[in-house]
């Protein structure tokens, strides 16, 4: 089984913090990536990664950068905290290839509740 | 922008009825799409995939593509209590395996 696991399930930090959400996957994966969740908003893509030391910016980096130093474990970094990041934030991670869409599933992480007071 | 469209819902039906649930996509080149269930407070967890035109069963689930029209539906049969969920649909395209997810449509299965 597939586990992607989060360091924190909730999180409280103070405007202008500096903030480390990390991800932990245990299946040799190559691609991970960093989503935040908000009511009406849906899933959006901050960052994304092929491989270690690669990222790719997604649909909303502003704000955010992240880190890939091992395969297994892709940081997000929130380098001064603002309420309007006050998310749930989702690690998800796959395993590229051809031949085999098992292999483009995505698995997300249980989540980081942050809250930016 | 390659935008996927859900009906927001939400969605109430009686247990033991079919559960319809409904995606739009815009992007002619998705190839793939993925239909995700998400318990409130829960993280996303994959349903079914599908990437032929036609229909796709997986138990009480079935995953319908339409690439002409470019819809995608997910059924659930004999809809249960447990089912009722946040339902995302998600598509793959381009090269860079980025997914683009939809909103979400919220199920209610009434007992």
């Known amino acids: 089984d597939v586990k992607v696991t989060q360091s924190s399930r909730y999180l409280v930090k103070r405007t202008g913090e500096k903030v480390f959400l990390e991800c932990v996957q245990d299946?040799?994966?190559?691609?991970m990536f960093w989503y935040r969740q908000d009511p009406g908003l849906g899933l959006r893509l901050i960052y994304f990664?092929?491989?270690?030391?690669?990222?790719e910016k997604g649909d909303i980096p502003e704000g955010y950068s992240v880190s890939r130093e091992k395969k297994e474990r892709f940081s997000l970094i929130l380098e001064s905290a603002s309420t309007n990041q006050t998310s749930m934030y989702l690690c998800?991670?796959?395993?590229?290839?051809?031949?085999?869409?098992?292999?483009?599933?995505?698995?997300f992480g249980p989540g980081t509740r942050l809250l930016v007071l | 922008q390659k935008e996927v469209e859900q009906n927001s819902g939400p969605l109430s039906v009686p247990e033991g009825a079919i559960a319809s649930l409904n995606c739009t996509y815009s992007d002619r080149g998705s190839q793939s799409f993925f239909w995700y269930r998400q318990y409130s407070g829960k993280s996303p967890e994959l349903i079914m995939f599908i990437y032929s035109n036609g229909d796709k069963e997986d138990g009480r689930f079935t995953a319908q593509l339409n690439k002409a029209s470019q819809y995608v539906s997910l059924l659930i049969r004999d809809s249960q209590p447990s089912d009722s969920a946040t339902y995302l649909c998600a598509h793959l395209g381009g090269s860079n395996y980025k997914l683009t997810f939809g909103k979400g449509t919220l199920l209610t299965v009434n007992p």
């Open positions: 998800a991670s796959s395993l590229p290839g051809t031949g085999g869409l098992e292999k483009e599933t995505q698995y």
């Open positions: 990664s092929y491989d270690v030391k690669m990222k």
């Open positions: 299946m040799d994966h190559e691609n």
